[in-house]
């Protein structure tokens, strides 16, 4: 014998007295084709699904949001059984691991198989079998099959969601264009409220700013009454108060299943003003809520859902650029000092500890330039040379002979540095003393004769004679160039004019004393000014980087000369200490003491001056 179960309601009985399973068949699919929602959906196709399957005793079908869930029950089978837990862990086990699950229960089998799409999980769908009619394996391969159509219904869903997401974002788009093609603030924000309630068929629109906590009007459509209505103004204020307060959006009359709100100022500007709906959308800027828009509406239709989303998303995407232009629009000064208050509150603020950590370090050196001291010195190139230079020149026009010792050498006092060929003085030297002899046979002889005026004429000549000996001896004697005293040949270099003629008073040698130094600076003449007599400070040759050398300011030359594309002076000093390793000619950096200035005035003295400099340049 056949019995009914509860859920058999369009099932008919025949002439006989059977049940007629294909009315109620027919029933199912024609509630499954014209199913308007995803539960009707469902619960038709589960009953169809559990009617195809052969030892089905009931059946649970979940649904939620992709792979996050919460996965509720939308369906069971039959329809006033209630779950077992069995088949509810069945289920879980299904969707955790996302593969079907087979548990063997005193009941039957429990059988689960989730819904996978795309790789996401959007629910599962489990049933409990009695008996052998079907195994398993059949059972599984009859819910894939029919999880197909869950596919089909979530897929329509998600093209619908899509269909709508675009339709919401170019009317979204549509009122962005409208607010930028604005210049003003005021021209955008009317443009705003008129185009909302021209598209929304709502009467009025009103955008408000909030200033210093409470909502301000600055836009209502179809606004030309507005003396009239100043108690419109007010509550339609206090109903954006109230939406900014709680931070959400606020419809009076709430629909079924709307979050609760509070609506005071909602329902009294319905029921004072004669609107049958209003909604108040919050703007956000920046994470804070900046304004709100209120809409209301005559009908019984109101803001359905779609209507409410719109709205939303339109307070999300102008809201911002409203803020801007408003921004844009005020006075300088006013900027200025949100500017400077902004800085102020984030900095005195219990957040933003980098800015926080910064401008302690940036006061801290702003201290400590404005404290710390240095000593100021002005640092020049130097050259070492010696206290006494002695220039050695040859003696006479001649021919060199012989060098001994090259720049560099260290030579004692009557060493020989070179020799000049001396052969020309030696013959010269020979005919005179052949001439003397001459000379002094012939005083002999007029001597013998009496003679006494030829004798005093031969005397004469044999005197010049003697006189012309002596000085080509001296000469011959300066043939050989000696140091003059002991000290460093700075300069000179005969080793490749062996043989060269040399002239009178031509250099051959520079000899300095080997302790006695001075130091010669190249003071740029910028820093000039700074430089004065007695002034002290120290010096490190290339060649000793480790060897400091005190030295004072004797003199400061009144000539300057170009080097490098630079203009300096010459500045005399002497060196108070002496060194062994020292030499002539060294080359290094000076750096003179002057006084004790700020740190900060040191480093930013050429900026300094070089501005100086360009604004008398351009002054005018």
Not at 585 to 611: C, H, K, Q, Y
Request: charged share 25%; with cysteine.
């Amino acid at each position: 014998m056949t019995t009914e179960s509860p859920n058999d309601t369009p099932a008919r009985r025949d002439g006989t007295g059977q049940v007629s399973y294909a009315i109620f068949d027919q029933a199912l699919w024609t509630r499954f084709s014209e199913a308007d929602s995803v539960e009707g959906f469902v619960e038709s196709w589960l009953a169809l699904l559990a009617r195809n399957l052969t030892g089905v005793t009931s059946a649970v079908a979940l649904i939620g949001d992709p792979d996050t869930g919460p996965f509720v029950p939308v369906a069971r089978w039959p329809e006033e059984a209630a779950i077992s837990p069995a088949l509810m862990a069945a289920t879980e086990r299904a969707l955790g691991k996302r593969q079907p699950i087979l548990t063997r229960t005193e009941e039957g089998h429990e059988i689960a198989l989730p819904f996978l799409m795309d790789g996401q999980l959007y629910g599962a769908v489990s049933v409990t079998m009695q008996g052998e009619a079907m195994t398993p394996g059949e059972v599984v391969r009859h819910l894939r099959w029919g999880a197909g159509w869950i596919e089909v219904l979530l897929r329509r869903d998600q093209g619908r969601s899509f269909e709508r997401l675009q339709a919401r974002t170019a009317k979204a788009l549509s009122m962005l264009a409208t607010v930028l093609e604005q210049k003003r603030f005021n021209a955008a924000a009317n443009a705003l409220v008129t185009e909302l309630a021209r598209s929304l068929k709502c009467d009025p629109v009103s955008l408000g700013l909030m200033k210093r906590g409470n909502a301000k009007v600055v836009a209502v459509s179809h606004a030309s009454g507005w003396g009239k209505r100043m108690s419109l103004m007010r509550d339609i204020r206090a109903a954006m108060n109230e939406a900014a307060d709680q931070e959400a959006v606020v419809l009076y009359p709430p629909p079924p299943g709307w979050d609760y709100r509070v609506t005071l100022a909602h329902e009294e500007l319905v029921r004072t003003h004669r609107a049958d709906s209003v909604l108040s959308v919050p703007i956000q800027y920046d994470g804070d809520i900046i304004g709100a828009l209120t809409l209301e509406k005559a009908g019984p239709e109101g803001f359905d859902e779609e209507t409410v989303e719109l709205v939303d998303v339109i307070a999300t995407v102008v809201g911002p650029v409203i803020e801007e232009k408003r921004r844009n629009d005020r006075i300088l000064i006013v900027k200025v000092f949100e500017v400077i208050g902004n800085q102020v509150q984030r900095l005195l603020g219990p957040s933003h500890f980098g800015r926080k950590l910064a401008t302690l370090i940036f006061a801290g050196l702003v201290w400590y330039f404005a404290t710390a001291t240095t000593t100021f010195t002005v640092t020049a190139p130097a050259q070492l040379q010696g206290t006494v230079q002695r220039t050695v020149v040859a003696p006479f026009n001649g021919y060199i002979a012989d060098e001994q010792v090259q720049a560099g050498a260290v030579v004692t006092e009557g060493q020989v540095l070179a020799r000049l060929d001396d052969q020309d003085l030696a013959l010269e030297q020979l005919r005179l003393v052949t001439s003397r002899g001459q000379r002094q046979a012939e005083y002999a002889q007029a001597l013998a004769g009496r003679q006494r005026a030829e004798a005093n004429i031969i005397e004469s000549q044999i005197r010049q004679i003697d006189s012309q000996i002596a000085l080509v001896e001296e000469q011959i004697a300066r043939t050989e160039i000696r140091a003059p005293f002991d000290g460093v040949v700075v300069s000179g270099d005969l080793s490749q004019k062996i043989g060269a003629t040399v002239e009178r008073g031509e250099e051959l040698f520079k000899i300095a004393p080997p302790d006695g130094w001075r130091v010669v600076l190249e003071v740029d003449e910028r820093d000039l000014a700074e430089i004065a007599p007695g002034q002290t400070g120290q010096l490190r040759v290339s060649s000793l980087p480790d060897l400091p050398l005190l030295y004072k300011i004797e003199r400061i030359t009144p000539v300057s000369d170009q080097r490098e594309g630079r203009n300096f002076f010459r500045v005399d000093a002497s060196l108070e200490e002496n060194d062994p390793r020292l030499r002539p000619s060294m080359e290094g950096i000076a750096r003179t003491e002057i006084d004790e200035r700020l740190l900060f005035a040191v480093w930013t003295r050429p900026l300094v001056n070089w501005a100086k400099l360009t604004f008398w340049r351009w002054m005018p």
